[in-house]
């Protein structure tokens, strides 16, 4: 009878340990298959097609303002209040949407840049890339467009 309680015991011990790491396995994919991959995406005319994450952040901080010849670099952004913006504000800059606004904000403020050009739309920053010589953008699609090139950046996509 002892045995039999013990046993019984065990296996209620077994199959909780197990639902939990069933849950934590569950929650854990489900968390990363939410982050979408990002893009950075250039006019023809300006960046490079390989960079590394420190050159990227320079740009995208505002502290590198023109390509190597010389053409004004012009960056776009989703707005922040889209998923897509909301990553680019944590994957790139390491800020939540409230503090990139604020950053920009005060950039613009002390006159060190101009503003970024704030997007709804991937499609709609894909057509300002593709028609401002310069322009660099993050989006988290890609539709093909002859007059955007991909950005590598250390060899693969954010």
């Known amino acids: 009878m002892m045995e039999m309680k013990r046993t019984r015991r065990y296996k209620q011990v077994i199959f909780t340990k197990f639902f939990f790491v069933a849950i934590l396995f569950f929650c854990a994919f489900t968390a990363t298959s939410q982050t979408s991959s990002l893009t950075v995406i250039s006019n023809q005319k300006g960046a490079p097609s390989t960079l590394n994450f420190s050159q990227l952040k320079s740009i995208f901080m505002g502290e590198q ?5 010389g053409t ?5 952004l989703m707005k922040t209040n889209t998923p897509a913006g909301k990553n680019t504000s944590e994957t790139i800059y390491g800020m ?5 606004n604020k950053f920009w ?3 613009v403020f002390q006159g060190k840049t101009s503003a970024p050009n704030f997007f ?3 499609s709609e ?4 890339v593709a028609q401002n ?5 993050i ?6 467009n002859d007059d955007i090139k991909t950005v590598q950046v250390e060899g693969k996509k954010l």
């Open 65 to 69: 303002q023109r390509w190597r010849s």
């Open 72 to 76: 004004k670099i012009t960056i776009a």
């Open 96 to 100: 939540s949407a409230d503090e990139l």
């Open 105 to 107: 904000l005060a950039l």
């Open 120 to 122: 709804n739309s991937a």
């Open 125 to 128: 920053l894909e057509n300002f």
């Open 133 to 137: 010589p310069g322009a660099i953008g």
């Open 139 to 144: 989006v988290d699609q890609v539709a093909a």
